[in-house]
């Protein structure tokens, strides 16, 4: 195996690059989501409640742990 990836390095120096780049773990990128609650209330001053496609949200500008969506 790693006489064929020494081979491919050689004829192909850029494959090395795209080859690193797929095998980055999905832990690196944390996205905060959103809580799903059967009642979503207000948790601060900076929360708003929005209802989007017919499902009640709560964005904070303050705080955005504090983002909720009602289901």
Same mark, same amino acid.
């Given at each position: ?5 020494? %081979? $491919? ?9 795209? /080859? /690193? /780049? %797929?095998?980055?773990?999905? %832990? ?7 809580? $799903?609650?059967?009642? $979503?209330?207000?948790? =601060?001053?900076? =929360? ?5 496609? +017919?499902? %009640?949200?709560?964005? =904070? ?6 983002? /909720?969506?009602? +289901?």
């Amino acid at each position: 195996m790693t006489l064929l990836r020494s %081979l $491919v390095q050689q004829t192909r120096p850029m494959f090395g690059m795209f /080859q /690193q /780049q %797929l095998y980055t773990p999905a %832990l690196t990128t944390m996205i905060r989501t959103m809580k $799903v609650r059967s009642s $979503v209330k207000k948790l =601060c001053d900076g =929360c708003t409640s929005v209802r989007r496609r +017919g499902k %009640l949200f709560v964005v =904070c500008s303050k705080n955005k742990k504090h983002k /909720q969506r009602q +289901g």
